[in-house]
């Protein structure tokens, strides 16, 4: 039982609030809880939905014809009885009606003073006369004691029928049990049960398939975009700096019970500012793979909608799949596209939006580490710079010969060409002031030239490619110039 949740309805009721809001979307649990407060108060307890109409707790029978949400509301604000009523799904179909809003309103009004109070519940907010009457509670998600206490009864039950192998060691079986937050206890019951059923055993390989049926959870909603978790920092040429501080923090992702006794909390996340092309992005894919969590993309276009307040609330909905994941790698990419000044042209969109960001950082309620990237630091919201919101600003530089050599070697491997049939450092030489995707494009198109030609990649041919390129450094040197010297005393040096 959510102790956090169940105290502060507890005091409202014997403030003496007439109207709370209970934000969730577990209807049962919510149910429960609410008539263990009416329990402890002494207060009767009536639950209403649209099929089974308003009755109350122990009895079978609803009121007359309370089957329709005005009747039952009228039949709260008629009866005088300083009752507890639980009232499921109202919310959802309070907006754009009102004669219901009235009516809620009305039903609200009646029970002040009493020690009763009409509780909705459900995931959408109040429109805004019943949201101003209305207490506003939110029901946090199942805890990983519930979860543990979930996959206890689960294999107790199996096992009764069945022989259950559970061959998960005490670190697996707490990532395991980790993964299942943001599931609601119903929806982890059918993943734990699915994963039983199939082999008869709980397995390691079972904390992938909660990954995976999150993850079609999350893509219901088409905000973010999962991406499988395919590379790992050793396939990152240097950033000796940004592996070196990730490496400190692998223990907390890894060991969150021990470092929470410790005396640390999950990380909040990274900002990288640097020149493009040189492994911002690909370092966010990387700490997914390094830490062994989900990693979800923030496209900012997909959150954008013609309809007034429609953008704030695709953000919401998305930070809450991003939730629901966790532990998860949340990945916004050029975060000065999402969140640039717009200077009003679009109605104060962006402004609100960077705004709710904010205080979801500040605020977040699941183990989500945000790796944000920038190319442009004078288009980014100075709120963004500000010490706190991020653990740390790392700058991104242009590699230095040895990394470029390291960078040839790197992606030669992964063509299938022998990095030693090539002089590296006279590459490497050659290609000053490159960025690493610069330095691919390079390889690219020294390939494709080879097998028109039906000729091995050689140094000579790459040499050629590197003589018709010009870098970023040089096409727009005083951009990159003026970063640079930004960073010297306002960032980490991730190189």
């Avoid at 002494?42 to 329709?68: C, H, I, K, N």
């Avoid at 010969?401 to 992964?414: G, K, N, T």
Wanted: proline residues 5%; negative net charge; aromatic residues 6%.
């Amino acid at each position: 039982m959510p102790n956090d949740a169940l105290n502060d309805i507890e005091l409202l009721l014997r403030s003496r609030h007439g109207l709370i809001h209970l934000e969730t979307a577990e209807e049962e649990r919510a149910a429960g809880l609410l008539a263990h407060v009416a329990d402890r108060l002494d207060l009767p307890f009536f639950s209403w939905t649209r099929s089974g109409g308003l009755v109350r707790a122990g009895m079978t029978d609803a009121a007359y014809e309370t089957q329709e949400p005005a009747r039952a509301l009228r039949h709260v604000a008629a009866s005088g009885i300083g009752a507890l009523y639980h009232f499921r799904g109202l919310v959802a179909g309070l907006e754009g009606q009102d004669l219901l809003i009235s009516l809620t309103c009305d039903a609200a009004r009646s029970l002040r003073g009493t020690a009763g109070a009409l509780v909705m519940t459900g995931e959408a907010r109040p429109p805004g006369p019943v949201a101003e009457l209305a207490a506003h509670v939110v029901l946090p998600g199942p805890s990983d004691e519930e979860f543990e206490r979930l996959l206890v009864s689960i294999v107790r039950d199996f096992a009764k029928a069945r022989h259950i192998d559970v061959t998960l060691t005490p670190v697996e079986r707490t990532t395991l049990v980790r993964h299942l937050s943001g599931l609601t206890l119903m929806e982890a019951g059918k993943v734990l049960t699915k994963a039983v059923i199939e082999d008869g055993a709980l397995t390691p390989e079972d904390i992938r398939h909660v990954v995976e049926a999150k993850r079609r959870i999350v893509e219901r909603d088409g905000l973010l975009e999962y991406y499988p978790a395919e590379h790992t920092l050793t396939s990152i040429a240097d950033l000796a700096g940004l592996k070196g501080w990730l490496a400190k923090r692998r223990a907390v992702v890894r060991e969150p019970d021990r470092a929470r006794e410790f005396g640390l909390q999950f990380p909040k996340g990274v900002l990288l500012l640097g020149v493009p092309g040189c492994g911002k992005s690909l370092s966010a894919k990387a700490v997914a793979g390094e830490w062994g969590l989900p990693l979800l993309k923030l496209d900012p276009s997909n959150l954008y909608n013609k309809y007034v307040g429609e953008s704030e609330r695709n953000f919401t909905r998305a930070m809450r799949a991003a939730e629901r994941m966790a532990p998860v790698v949340l990945w916004i990419d050029e975060l000065e596209k999402a969140f640039a000044p717009s200077g009003g042209e679009d109605g104060g969109v962006s402004r609100r939006i960077l705004g709710t960001f904010l205080s979801w950082m500040q605020e977040r309620r699941g183990d989500v580490f945000v790796v944000a990237t920038a190319n442009g630091i004078q288009s980014l919201p100075p709120e963004f710079l500000r010490k706190g919101r991020f653990d740390e600003i790392f700058f991104v530089d242009l590699p230095d010969r040895p990394v470029r050599e390291e960078i040839f070697r790197i992606h030669l491997q992964a063509r299938g060409h022998d990095p030693a049939a090539l002089d590296l450092a006279t590459l490497a030489a050659h290609t000053e002031g490159f960025s690493g995707s610069e330095i691919e494009e390079v390889i690219v198109s020294g390939l494709y030239t080879a097998f028109a030609a039906g000729t091995p990649v050689d140094t000579p041919l790459l040499a050629d490619e590197i003589a018709a390129t010009r870098p970023l450094s040089v096409t727009m040197r005083e951009k990159i110039e003026a970063m640079r010297a930004w960073a010297v005393d306002r960032a980490v040096r991730a190189n």
